[in-house]
């Protein structure tokens, strides 16, 4: 069985989201300064791709992209906000179930999809619920106790969560795959800067001379280093499988790994590491039957 290319991005995307939240977790820098200069490091390591690779022509790429960018930046202020108040665990609990909405909202998208999967019924039965044990399992990682006040709270980035993938595959759909990964990566990360300097301008959520302190800028490249190829690898992932709801569920396994590295470094873990290994059980039989 050859490993299909859309696991392969999805694997390299998972890996590189650990890297991701290893690094905030060392760093330690508050939520708006780490998003901010994420994303201008994003435009920064991206930019010349796009001049070497070219951009899209299609203005519906760029619409596209500047709705989702606006939902992004809603949805991350509401997402770094909430995390102190109700703690980091619990949202990672209630955000999976957004991935079997996703998954069934695509074939309202595209029927024909559905079709497809219709042909060959029992696979496709197995693949909705390998894609449910893997939400189940992401679930159980964490013990904490998920409240209807956490999910009010967080409501706007369960929905981002949940549209995200299905607008990232209709932006794709308008761009090459050469071009499209560089470009979405880049001119979201520039529509969500300038929204956030205009959101600074306005509010001030920290002062000046935190947000654009050396710490800050070194802090929030090497978090976004990581972070931009993340997004690209991700991106790409999504463009082409067929359902962009499958995603996610290989990108759950950037939990077990780093568990792995808790292990490694002899730290003490107090997530359900069967649980972390039911995630990653998920995904090798997702690829597995996608590729049968």
Not at 174 to 188: H, R
Request: one cysteine or more; charged letters at 15%; proline letters at 5%.
């Amino acid at each position: 069985m050859d490993m299909p290319l859309w696991a392969v991005f999805g694997l390299i995307s998972a890996t590189l989201s650990a890297g991701v939240m290893l690094i905030q977790e060392k760093i330690k820098l508050d939520g708006f300064t780490l998003a901010f200069w994420n994303k201008v490091a994003a435009v920064t390591l991206m930019a010349p791709m796009v001049v070497f690779m070219g951009a899209p022509d299609n203005p519906q790429f760029y619409l596209l992209i500047a709705s989702q960018a606006v939902i992004w930046v809603i949805s991350d202020v509401i997402f770094f906000d909430a995390i102190p108040k109700v703690g980091a665990g619990l949202v990672s609990r209630i955000l999976p179930a957004s991935t079997i909405l996703t998954f069934c909202l695509w074939f309202l998208i595209d029927p024909a999809l559905w079709r497809v999967y219709m042909e060959t019924p029992l696979r496709s039965f197995l693949v909705f619920g390998v894609l449910c044990a893997s939400v189940f399992f992401a679930v159980r990682l964490r013990h904490c106790p998920i409240s209807w006040q956490a999910v009010r709270m967080i409501w706007f980035v369960i929905f981002a969560a949940v549209i995200g993938p299905l607008m990232t595959k209709l932006v794709m759909n308008e761009a090459s795959f050469s071009q499209g990964p560089f470009a979405y990566v880049f001119f979201e990360a520039l529509t969500m800067v300038t929204l956030w300097l205009a959101y600074y301008a306005i509010r001030r959520p920290i002062p000046a001379d935190v947000l654009f302190s050396k710490r800050a800028a070194k802090g929030g490249f090497m978090v976004g280093s990581v972070a931009a190829l993340m997004v690209a690898t991700n991106v790409a992932a999504i463009s082409i499988v067929d359902n962009p709801g499958l995603i996610p569920a290989i990108k759950f396994t950037d939990t077990m790994i780093i568990l792995l590295f808790y292990r490694a470094v002899g730290r003490k873990e107090k997530s359900d590491v069967l649980s972390g290994l039911g995630i990653v059980a998920c995904a090798a039989a997702l690829i597995i039957l996608k590729s049968s």
